[in-house]
């Protein structure tokens, strides 16, 4: 959700664990077990999940993009 709004020396991803999934990265405890398969499936759903993790796991900067996001997001509503 923020890719290409961060810059870093490496490109190693967060990715919820998923046996079908494609892409390698830090494993990161999603907040429900049903929530990689229900993102999947919805893309509104993965966006608002993806700054949520963000605000969780992120450093100074990711958590002011991901709140920055979520705000006009949901004042947009």
């Known amino acids: ?3 290409g709004l961060l810059v870093s020396g490496g490109s190693y991803n967060y990715v919820w664990p ?3 999934g494609r892409e390698m ?4 405890e999603p907040l429900f077990k ?3 398969e229900a ?4 893309q509104h759903l993965y966006e608002y999940l993806a700054l949520v993790d963000a605000l969780r796991l992120g450093n100074q900067r ?3 993009l ?3 996001h979520l705000k006009s997001r949901m004042l947009a509503k």
């Not at 993102?39 to 919805?42: M, T, V």
């Open 1 to 3: 959700m923020l890719e």
């Open 66 to 68: 991901a709140s920055d």
């Open 34 to 36: 049903s929530v990689p």
């Open 39 to 42: 993102a999947l499936k919805d």
């Open 62 to 64: 990711e958590v002011g």
């Open 25 to 28: 990265g830090q494993s990161v």
């Open 18 to 20: 998923y046996t079908e």
